[in-house]
């Protein structure tokens, strides 16, 4: 039996994906919407300022794609825009574009 080498790819993901349980991320937060940050993951300082002023659809067709995840956390406006954060996961971040995941706790970074 042959696999799809498109089918392999992601089944490989969803594993990479499921991996990161748990863990911890940082990144530059690049909105704040209520109960929800928009965190651009493990970029420079300078890669942040390229793309900080983008709209979502900009950085969403940008080759390549910098690594965006939507988190949901209770107290999001407790932080702005600019804040450079490490974030502990709570479960899975879903294998969507962009990725999706709850935080346990987030920390500033100064």
Known sequence: MRFHPICVGCFL???????????TIDGYILEVDEDRLMV??????KEY???KDLSHEERMEMEPA???I?????EADDFQAGDYVKIKLEGDIAASYPGQGKAKKIRLIE
Do not use: F, K
């Open 66 to 68: 910098p690594s965006l």
């Open 70 to 74: 939507s988190i949901a956390y209770e």
């Open 49 to 51: 300022s390229e793309i």
């Open 40 to 45: 651009a993951e493990g970029m420079t300082e």
């Open 13 to 23: 993901l969803l594993v990479l994906v499921g991996c990161n349980a748990g863990e």
